[in-house]
């Protein structure tokens, strides 16, 4: 080989090392003619003969990395603009979490319902102490930060990978706060990319001032509690504005744990990490005393509470029934929407708090006491599983929330043939119609949700009377004055002999109506009846109670047992009925819910001509004169002070009846007071069941009505009494014959008369023999 082929190879080795791997390079084989290698023996050479150079990996690796790196960024940032845009929407839901408050008469709270009790303060209602001990436990640099604690991140990196999972976070405030808006709780890298992404666009949205308002009021702090001033309430039974520095530091110690470092749950642990939080305050000498004996003051009071106590149980609820029948009408206003989710509702009803809020402590004792001292005995009766009473509760059952399937077989019914006594309770202002009291039932609970003042319908009893004479005496048949045979009767007909029996079998012989009513004759009303016809009966039916045509048709039943109360009426109905007596024989349409704002204050309901309750009756309607009306609050005196009205203490005024229904299945007292007209109906729900021989309306509802009403008058201080007349004639009668008082009458006495039936002829001067009486002999 010559001395220049020698230099050719030198030169091409050297320029082979430094062109890159894929240029045609041109060698010299043995035989020292030149040729081009081809691509595989290039390789062949490369791979065999020689490493690849590390440099030029290196190199590929970071364009790699930073290619994946820009890639990244772009898409996280393409994110936070996501989040951005849909950032507004996301707060707006911190709203729907706000409960509904129902606000009695006087606009004084009742009750609240929500699913998520969130607060909703402004920034001023926090104190600054609590602000200041927030930040100082939970992110010190929130104010300098750009929502991100980057050391802390990588803190928390190196942690999570040297163990291999998802072990620490490093969440400031901001990122705590797009964590609630999330409602994520998974520990991944996936939540935590979104939970940075909607960090950043909340700082680049928001001023640090309202980020840090939306973290005090949503922050979860433990038992239900979102929000310090949820949970100042909760934890202390105090707003933000009152609480104490140790106190602060309590609520505080809980945003990072709440279930762990809960001071009822695990007083232990949460005693250390207030203490060690305590520990830090006193070292960089941001508290100056020491706390401890107040904290042991603290710890001593949870250590007097339940460890699974939350906010829904201690939710102030008077008026269960009245929370329940608002939340339906919410529902039946927003049919689409969850209304625990749409939140901040104000609803502003007609309860008169102050009695309502006593109703389940007085209904409870009463209910024990009736029981322990046996006047009640639940006996079972004869099989009544196919009576519409028994229809109607079991509908109920059936329609009521799928999770009350857990308590009661609706199937076999034997969840209501194995139910306590219950009770129905509704008051109503004659004047107006709104609701003053609603109870519906022994107690309510999540077997016990059916209100029963409007939901279950029953037989009256005798409590339906006054209907029937107030008819009578308004189409003239009698007068208050009449008189009327009580003697046993019968009517015969194709199905067999009916007899209409008194109480204990006892007849009076030629009594008056007032005695009749006072006394409940059962032949008196049957003889009322059968004179006033079927068809006037229904006329008189249809304006107090089903004035609608349809309903009529379906729930009026046409025979002579409607005079002694076989027609099945709800508690609601009969107190509004009975409240035509108290208001000049005008029934108004109820209701309870006044108006309704949402959260805005926006008007969303108002009463106005709305019908609440689904009774399909006019906003008013005259069923009786007004002078028919003032009589039949003087003849109902007398048959309500000899009833048991009075045996709680009961002073006050009252006009009412007693009902009581075969086998004593349904017990009752309907009355009227000057502005209020109640019911009260006591009962199984499986009518299969009485209460017992001695459980009359007299003995059971009776003395129920005086203990509310003399609890409501106490509370309103309303002592009002009926004027003697305004618009009924009064004169003097024989109280023997009915007839003008004779100059030696023994028995004169004051009655009331409608225009035209006055009595014209005076009794005899001989009571004892010549008394010419005029009688109801009626034959069926």
């Not at 140790?246 to 505080?252: N, P, T």
């Not at 109905?573 to 029934?587: C, H, K, P, Q, R």
């Amino acid at each position: 080989m010559t001395s220049e082929d020698k230099r050719f190879l030198r030169r091409e080795k050297t320029s082979f090392e430094k062109k890159p791997f894929f240029t045609v390079r041109r060698q010299i084989e043995d035989n020292g003619q030149p040729r081009i290698k081809t691509l595989a023996e290039r390789l062949r050479e490369q791979i065999g003969g020689r490493r690849f150079q590390l440099p030029n990996v290196v190199l590929l690796f970071a364009g790699a990395i930073i290619s994946l790196f820009l890639v990244g960024m772009i898409l996280f940032w393409v994110g936070v603009i996501t989040r951005e845009s849909e950032l507004k929407e996301m707060i707006s839901l911190f709203y729907n979490h706000q409960p509904s408050v129902i606000y009695d008469r006087d606009g004084k709270k009742v009750s609240e319902i929500f699913a998520k009790k969130t607060s909703n303060l402004e920034w001023d209602a926090y104190p600054e102490n609590l602000k200041k001990i927030v930040l100082l436990v939970e992110d010190r640099k929130f104010f300098s930060h750009g929502g991100i604690n980057y050391m802390s991140v990588l803190r928390a990196i190196f942690v999570n990978v040297t163990s291999f999972r998802f072990k620490q976070g490093a969440s400031t405030i901001t990122q705590q706060l797009a964590r609630i808006l999330l409602d994520d709780r998974e520990k991944s890298l996936v939540r935590k990319i979104k939970e940075a992404q909607l960090a950043f666009a909340l700082e680049y949205t928001y001023e640090k001032k309202q980020i840090f308002l939306y973290y005090l009021n949503n922050v979860y702090l433990g038992h239900g509690a979102f929000g310090f001033a949820s949970a100042a309430e909760f934890y202390f039974r105090k707003t933000p504005s009152e609480l104490d520095t140790e106190e602060m530091i309590v609520l505080a110690s809980l945003a990072s744990a709440p279930n762990r470092f809960s001071p009822l749950k695990n007083p232990d642990l949460s005693r250390q990490r207030v203490n060690a939080i305590v520990h830090s305050f006193r070292k960089e000498e941001i508290l100056k005393e020491n706390p401890k004996s107040k904290l042991d003051e603290i710890y001593l009071s949870f250590h007097m509470r339940s460890p699974g106590e939350t906010v829904f149980g201690n939710r102030k609820d008077d008026s269960p029934y009245v929370t329940e029948h608002v939340r339906k009408f919410l529902n039946s206003l927003y049919p689409d929407s969850n209304i625990y989710e749409t939140g901040g509702f104000s609803i502003y009803t007609t309860i008169a708090e102050p009695v309502q809020a006593e109703l389940s402590k007085i209904v409870k004792n009463y209910l024990d006491n009736i029981q322990k001292n046996g006047l009640v005995r639940k006996t079972k009766l004869t099989d009544n599983k196919n009576s519409s009473e028994t229809a109607v509760f079991r509908k109920y059952v059936q329609d009521i929330s799928p999770a009350l399937e857990l308590f009661i077989d609706t199937d076999s019914f034997g969840g209501a043939s194995e139910s306590g006594l219950q009770v129905a309770l509704v008051a109503v202002d004659p004047a107006t119609g709104e609701i003053l009291l609603m109870h519906g039932g022994s107690e309510f609970k999540a077997d016990n949700q059916l209100d029963r003042t409007t939901a279950m319908k029953r037989q009256t009893g005798s409590s339906i009377k006054p209907i029937l004479y107030s008819a009578a005496i308004e189409t003239e048949l009698i007068n208050a004055s009449s008189r009327i045979l009580d003697a046993p009767l019968i009517y015969r007909n194709q199905t067999g002999n009916w007899m209409p029996e008194n109480i204990g079998n006892q007849y009076d012989g030629d009594i008056s109506v007032r005695h009749a009513l006072a006394k409940s004759k059962n032949t008196a009303a049957v003889q009322i009846a059968e004179k006033l016809g079927i068809s006037k009966i229904q006329d008189f039916f249809q304006k107090y109670f089903f004035p609608d045509p349809k309903v009529l048709q379906s729930r009026f039943r046409g025979d002579l047992s409607l005079a002694l109360g076989s027609l099945e009426i709800s508690p609601l109905e009969m107190a509004l009925a009975y409240s035509a007596f108290a208001n000049d024989g005008t029934i108004k349409r109820p209701y309870l819910i006044q108006k309704i704002t949402d959260r805005s204050g926006k008007i969303v309901y108002e009463r106005k001509s709305a019908d609440e309750f689904g009774l399909k009756v006019p906003e008013e309607r005259k069923v009786l004169s007004s002078q028919v009306a003032e009589i039949m609050i003087d003849l109902l005196h007398g048959s309500a002070n000899s009833a048991g009205v009075r045996s709680t203490g009961y002073r006050g005024e009252v006009a009412g009846k007693t009902g009581t229904t075969n086998d004593n299945r349904d017990n009752w007292f309907v009355g009227v007071k000057p502005g209020m007209s109640m019911a009260i109906w006591l009962g199984y729900d499986d009518p299969s069941y009485g209460l017992g021989s001695s459980a009359l309306g007299g003995t059971v509802a009776a003395p129920l009505w005086g203990s509310v009403a003399k609890t409501f008058e106490a509370a309103e201080d309303d002592k009002r009494k009926y004027p003697v007349t305004e618009h009924a004639i009064s004169i003097t009668v024989c109280e023997e014959s009915g007839k003008l008082p004779g100059p030696s009458c023994k028995h004169p006495r004051k009655e009331l008369f409608k225009n035209g039936t006055v009595p014209s002829e005076i009794c005899p001067l001989n009571h004892g023999t010549n008394v010419k009486r005029e009688v109801l002999r009626n034959v069926f």
